[in-house]
């Protein structure tokens, strides 16, 4: 079998071992615990046991897919057992709230609970409470939206619109000046804002998954219910294609995988040229992250997960190459792609740094296992960002 795949597996063996997704043979012998789940990290997860379903051909990959999906409904679906607050997150009774798991979103997975209403925020603190963050509702649509392509189970679809439709009601609002804005952080049942600023992508995010769930509905036969028209016009807005560009990696990397998302799915001009501005915005973070000396330091001093979310994002490049029109008006989106072709060999070098088991037994990897494993799998998969 081929290296990066065998490693692959190894890694999501482990995880679903670890985080009591249930027991792979592989996976025999190794601890069972309550099942930890992450919002973010399982959503790859989803993804990855997707790709392996599609690259070997053996339904356990599939049914492990949708395993998780249902536990993460049934967890984060679900108020945390340390709150006074019992069931779903919508209010649902239980039978209502298992067939709606999405209705009102889906908790992030934090260790500790969220900030009480009137507790004054710590910054530091912060990172570590259980709320909702719009960046990861987005990311696990589209784990729900490929999983129901692959099983062929619409249901999955419908709750990824349901989730979507949750998310923008609860994270959007009008300024004091009309305009539309989003908060970055929102308490776990979406009723009071924990964090007011708005997330840079955090608009951009939620038009592609728009876009792409829309496409899906067409493509399964299914009716758009719930529609997205409005939230997606209303996440469009808030776009402004000229401050995209970043320099963290993880952000350059969902740069990179939301335009080849988004590309597949182009359904104007408008699109398209918002899927170029993004490529822009990558090139011009990528020639900053490029000669910044941290990507060489050692491993105790990297943050894997980071790294390797730009790793991710660069594997899609050569993919959009091939898929670039020839047409004359399409000149600038090839000019775009080829200018980024030069930094794609990054990725190999980020992934190769990653592969190393002797930088795996870094305190920086091992304080961030689950999501190292999970995103270190996704890069060795290749159709796993975006498929």
């Known amino acids: 079998m081929d290296a990066r795949r065998q490693l692959a597996i190894d890694l999501m063996t482990r995880f679903a071992a670890r985080t009591s997704l249930g027991d792979l043979p592989e996976a025999a012998g190794e601890p069972v615990r309550a099942p930890r789940r992450y919002l973010w990290t399982d959503a790859f997860a989803v993804c990855n046991f997707l790709a392996l379903d599609r690259a070997t051909g053996e339904r356990r990959y599939l049914e492990q897919a949708l395993a998780l999906v249902a536990q993460v409904h049934r967890t984060l679906g679900r ?21 709606h798991p999405t209705r009102a979103g889906l908790r992030i997975g934090k260790p500790l609970p969220e900030r009480g209403p009137g507790e004054p925020i710590d ?11 719009f960046h990861y509702l987005t990311r696990w649509m589209h784990a729900l939206d490929r999983a129901a392509a692959a099983a062929s189970q619409p249901l999955l679809a419908a709750w990824a619109r349901e989730l ?3 998310a923008h009601r609860g994270f959007t609002y009008a300024s004091r000046a009309g305009e539309r804005r989003m908060f970055w952080k929102m308490s776990v049942d979406l009723s009071r804002p924990l964090v007011a600023s708005m997330g840079q992508h955090d608009p951009l995010d939620g038009f592609v998954a728009c876009r792409e769930l829309e496409a899906s509905a067409r493509e399964l036969g299914a009716a ?20 995209l560009a970043t320099a963290d990696p993880l952000g350059l990397g969902g740069l990179l995988t939301d335009a080849s998302r988004l590309d597949r799915v182009a359904a104007d001009a408008a699109d398209a040229a918002l899927v170029d501005a993004m490529l822009d915005a990558a090139r ?49 989106r090839r000019d775009l792609l080829d200018r980024l072709a030069r930094f794609a060999p990054l990725g190999g070098e980020l992934e190769m740094f990653w592969r190393d088991p002797a930088h795996r037994e870094a305190p920086s990897w091992r304080a961030h296992e689950d999501i190292n494993d999970v995103m270190l799998a996704t890069s060795l998969l290749a159709d796993a960002a975006v498929e």
Do not use: K
């Not at 108020?79 to 239980?94: E, F, N, V, Y």
């Not at 719930?226 to 209303?234: I, S, V």
């Not at 990528?286 to 390797?308: I, M, N, V």
């Open 164 to 166: 979507a439709v949750a």
């Open 224 to 243: 758009p219910d719930p529609a997205l028209g409005a939230a997606r016009a209303e996440l469009a807005e808030m776009i402004d294609p000229d401050r």
């Open 284 to 332: 011009a973070g990528l020639a900053h992250y490029a000669d910044q000396p941290e990507r060489r330091g050692p491993a105790r001093r990297r943050l894997a997960f980071r790294e390797l979310g730009l790793a991710i994002g660069l594997g899609t490049i050569e993919p959009m190459r091939r898929r670039a029109p020839r047409s004359p008006d399409a000149a600038r």
């Open 79 to 99: 108020h945390r057992p340390d709150d006074a607050r019992r069931g779903w997150l919508s209010g649902l009774p239980d039978a209502e709230g298992e067939a």
């Open 123 to 133: 910054d530091e603190l912060e990172w570590d409470r259980d709320g909702q963050y």
